[in-house]
């Protein structure tokens, strides 16, 4: 059974900082690319970051020097970590694997996708 299962996400203050984490089972994770998406209230989901199974980084614009994407393939979990964040980083955070990714910021390149973790800024 494919599962995965995000964590970590909370509330916290303008400028502070959460680390996502995403573990996968019931297939091969260290041969998926694994994205970061989220979706706010009222807009489209958008991807946020992604990795590949060589440990290749992309990013949206709006988390670039911000966010950073990491794996541990030993434990096969992927990690986003989020600093300086902001009111319009508020959404629902969800992870998602590809076999093969091509254009990482398409929801529909990704096979797997998992429940969702809330993400609030606010003071």
């Known amino acids: 059974q494919v599962q995965l299962v995000e964590s970590g996400g909370g509330l916290v203050q303008p400028g502070g900082s959460l680390r996502l984490s995403c573990a996968g089972s019931?297939?091969?994770?260290?041969?998926?690319?694994i994205g970061w998406f989220r979706q706010a209230p009222g807009k489209e989901r958008e991807g946020v970051a992604c990795?590949?199974?060589?440990?290749?980084?992309m990013y949206v614009d709006s988390a670039k020097g911000r966010f950073t994407i990491s794996r541990d393939d030993a434990k096969n979990t992927v990690y986003l970590q989020m600093n300086s964040l902001k009111p319009e980083d508020t959404a629902v955070y969800y992870c998602?694997?590809?076999?093969?990714?091509?254009?990482?910021?398409?929801?529909?390149?990704?096979?797997?996708w998992g429940q969702g973790t809330q993400v609030t800024v606010s003071s």
């Open positions: 019931g297939f091969a994770f260290d041969y998926y690319a």
């Open positions: 998602a694997a590809a076999r093969h990714v091509a254009l990482w910021y398409y929801d529909y390149e990704y096979e797997y």
């Open positions: 990795i590949t199974n060589i440990g290749e980084q």
